[in-house]
Nanobody, 126 residues
């Protein structure tokens, strides 16, 4: 059974740095994407960043230049660092992993990600 669990959310001041972690268990795919998405009430999931099994990364336009996604070598942990935080970064952040064997540079389309964590709330105050 694949399980993902986010941590590191909370209240952060504008201009600060956010560091999120995602603990992953039971995931055995060899060719995969893992990523971070976020959602605000009333909207769909917005892609923040994703990383592929071969190291390629993709970042959403709203965080490009401010975000760094990384993972450990054992596929057990996924990380997101987001700096120069803005109030519009306030959202529920989810980590996800693809449920199919996928290669190449990841695409920030939530439908490709079949496994999700419960989410962690991030609130950025001005």
């Amino acid at each position: 059974q694949v399980q993902l669990k986010e941590s590191g959310g909370g209240s952060v001041q504008s201009g600060g740095v956010l560091r999120l972690s995602c603990a992953i268990s039971g995931y055995t795919a060899s060719n995969y994407w893992m990523g971070w998405f976020r959602r605000v009430p009333g909207n769909g999931r917005e892609g923040v960043a994703a990383i592929g099994s071969h190291g390629g990364t993709t970042y959403g336009d709203s965080v490009k230049g401010r975000a760094t996604i990384s993972q450990d070598s054992g596929k057990n942990m996924l990380y997101l660092e987001l700096n120069s935080l803005k109030p519009e970064d306030t959202a529920m952040y989810f980590c996800g992993a693809t449920h199919l064997e996928l290669g190449g540079r990841p695409v920030l389309v939530p439908e490709y990600f079949g496994y999700w964590g419960q989410g962690t709330q991030v609130t950025v105050s001005s």
